[in-house]
């Protein structure tokens, strides 16, 4: 993380790789999204990236930029697109079977979106018990598989004349796993990866991959993956960029901006239930207990952050939050989420809040890619090496050093986000202090 002020920000010359682990219903709505928006058929809503801004100096100022603008990001027209899953489907017939874009869009797609056929996934029906598929790699150990994908990794840069990659997890959420003696050093958990020692998931195999082969890397589900110290000391000594976990869309990302309001007024919680129907293969998958499981706590922890009862005791202490996901096929990726929220007022009357949000999980997610890819490379480009926690607006279980609380609120999120555009650039940092305009 450590970056000077206004430090140096090599240019994005060049074409830039987004590798994608899963071509699922995020991935797809992500490559089709840009391929319209590079079309000019559609507009990258959703994205800070593209449509945001950055306040410089003071409010009189009027110095108001495109983030896009104001950083040297990687332009649309030169990203390239490339991926594994477990299903050879090509990003076109993937697109159409996760049913998020309408068959309309999809066709004027078609072609760039049936170019990208999926390498061979590296998979263990043990760690995503719902799915089995043919596009898989074979291989003697862990270790074997990834070096299988490094070589794999070098060819596909050379092949699609990239400058840089990024690597971005949007595959299925494994089974829930603790972190284990042998994630703890970069011996022991290639030592592990030899042994096929059952605590090195998939998904830790392509975040090692990534590092070994000088890319950045981001987590878009609750898996541990990159979470680990063994490969959170990789990332720094191969000065790289991570960053995760879970995308913050949906019920969660609502949770975000309602509970800090509450927070700020001083009003109490008894109770937060949000149940929620999904009928994608993304909720096909969490319906298996132990998948849910990594998903539960990655959903749950967000509003213990927040609200702080141990500082506000009256107010928070003992709330109680409970968190469920039914798979329902008949919705597809439209899921629906509802939230119950007990609070109460002045004098300790209660209230309730209702929210019954019908939302796109991939929509909402696509973007969250798109600013994911461009900022780590913007982040690898301006030297910045291993956890990203500026970029925890985009998760709901950020990732940070050890021993540190993440942040879950979104305001104080986005604050840090923008403050850290404007370190890189050497402007002032904006504190809404404001004193000056009444001098
Ligand atoms: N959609 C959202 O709003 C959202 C939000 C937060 C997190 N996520 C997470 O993002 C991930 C993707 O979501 P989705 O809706 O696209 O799911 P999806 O099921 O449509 O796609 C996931 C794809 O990953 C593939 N896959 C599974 N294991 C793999 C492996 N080891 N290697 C390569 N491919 C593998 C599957 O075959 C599938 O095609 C999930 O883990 C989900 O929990 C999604």
């Known amino acids: 993380m450590p970056v000077a002020k206004q430090a140096e920000i090599m240019p994005a010359e060049g074409k830039l790789g987004v590798l994608l682990v899963g071509l699922g219903a995020v991935s797809t709505t992500f490559i089709a999204g840009v391929e319209a928006i590079k079309k000019g058929v559609a507009e990258p809503i959703g994205s800070l990236t593209q449509m945001g801004t950055v306040r410089l100096g003071k409010r009189t100022d009027n110095r108001v930029p495109l983030i896009k603008d104001f950083l040297p990001l990687a332009q649309l027209k030169d990203l390239v697109f490339g991926a594994w899953d477990i299903f050879p489907d090509s ?13 309309e869009l999809l066709a004027q797609l078609r072609e760039p ?65 603790k972190t284990h003696a042998v994630h703890k050093t970069i011996d022991s958990f290639e030592q592990a990866m030899r042994d096929n020692h059952k605590a090195i998931a998939p998904s830790m195999i392509y975040a090692y991959a990534a590092l070994k082969s000088g890319i950045p890397f ?27 976990k879970d995308f913050k869309t949906g019920q969660t990302l609502m949770k975000t901006i309602i509970a800090p309001g509450l927070k700020s007024r001083m009003l109490g919680l008894h109770g937060w239930y949000s ?14 207990p132990d998948s849910f499981k990594t998903k539960e706590e990655s959903k749950l922890s967000v509003l213990e952050y927040i609200l702080q009862p141990e500082v506000y005791p009256t107010l928070y202490k003992d709330f109680s939050h409970v968190v ?18 007990d609070i109460f007022g002045w004098l300790g009357y209660p209230m309730q809040i209702k929210i019954d949000f019908l939302c796109r999980d991939s929509i909402l997610a696509a973007p969250i890619v798109l600013d994911l890819a461009l900022f780590l490379d913007l982040a690898q480009r301006a ?45 002032d940092l904006i504190t809404h202090l404001g004193l000056e305009y009444y001098d």
């Open 91 to 103: 990003a076109y017939d993937a697109a159409l079977n996760a049913g998020v874009l309408e068959k």
């Open 113 to 177: 979106l049936r170019k990208i056929k999926p390498m061979k996934a590296v998979f263990d029906q043990t760690y995503v018990k719902r799915l089995s598929g043919t596009n898989v790699k074979t291989g003697k150990n862990k270790f074997e598989l990834a070096q299988q994908l490094i070589d794999e990794i070098a060819g596909w840069k050379r092949k699609n004349k990239c400058s840089r990659l990024v690597m971005i997890w949007a595959a299925s959420t494994e089974i829930f796993l």
């Open 218 to 244: 981001a987590n878009g589900a609750p898996n541990l993956t990159v979470d680990i110290p063994a490969l959170m000391s990789l990332a720094d000594k191969n000065k790289l960029a991570i960053c995760g």
């Open 275 to 288: 149940t929620n129907i999904l009928g994608n293969r993304d909720g096909e998958v969490l319906d298996d």
């Open 324 to 341: 469920r996901i039914n798979y329902y096929p008949p919705r597809g990726d439209n899921k629906e989420g509802w939230d119950n929220i």
């Open 383 to 427: 030297g910045m090496k291993g956890v990203q926690e500026w970029l925890s607006f985009y998760f709901k279980s950020p990732q940070t050093a050890p021993g540190l609380y993440p942040e879950h609120d979104i305001f104080i999120q986005l604050m840090k986000l923008k403050n850290t555009l404007r370190h890189l650039r050497g402007e």
